[in-house]
């Protein structure tokens, strides 16, 4: 499941929403300075992922080797670095609910070789009523170099 959140990251929410779970985007700030899209419209019998903080590491699929196993060695490292993650959702914490998750390698639209290594947490459908709700994460490593605040506006339907 890990693998398709990657895969449809970038997508617009017509595709995330096909297939039984909608993954929530969250930001990568190698590239990203700011959260693109905050409010989403979802269906109550879909299940709803997303990462307070989850790093991606990835090559090129001509890449040799050892450089794509390097991958899930970046990712264990990053992650072995974190310092605090938070979850809300309405204002209540949901961080004992976390589960950290490593992938394999992976393909990733058919270029890269990519591995991934993350907290998550897996809503499943119909646990969030009708109607809107704010989930707020909160993710930073040990040294505070980088720190990772969302908000989602989700509006179950």
């Known amino acids: ?17 096909r297939g039984p779970v ?11 300075k700011k959260q693109k ?6 269906s109550r019998d879909k ?11 990835f090559v090129h699929n001509s890449a040799d080797v050892d450089s794509k196993n390097m991958c899930k060695y970046i990712v264990k490292q990053r992650m072995n670095a974190i310092g605090d993650i938070q979850l809300n959702i309405d204002g209540k914490s949901v961080k004992d609910r976390l589960v950290r998750q490593a992938t394999d390698l992976f393909s990733l639209d058919y270029v890269f070789t990519a591995a991934s290594d993350g907290y998550w947490l897996l809503l499943q ?3 969030l009523e009708k109607g809107v709700h704010h989930i707020d994460t909160y993710g930073t490593c040990s040294s505070g ?13």
């Open 47 to 57: 299940a709803i992922l997303l990462s307070p903080m989850c790093f991606l590491q």
């Open 125 to 127: 459908p119909g646990e």
């Open 1 to 17: 499941m890990i693998e398709r959140f990657w895969r449809v990251y970038k997508k617009p929410d017509l595709v995330r929403k």
């Open 37 to 42: 899209k905050t409010d989403f419209s979802i």
């Open 22 to 32: 909608f993954c929530l985007p969250g930001m990568i700030p190698e590239i990203e």
């Open 145 to 157: 170099a980088t720190q990772i605040p969302l908000h989602f506006k989700v509006t179950i339907k």
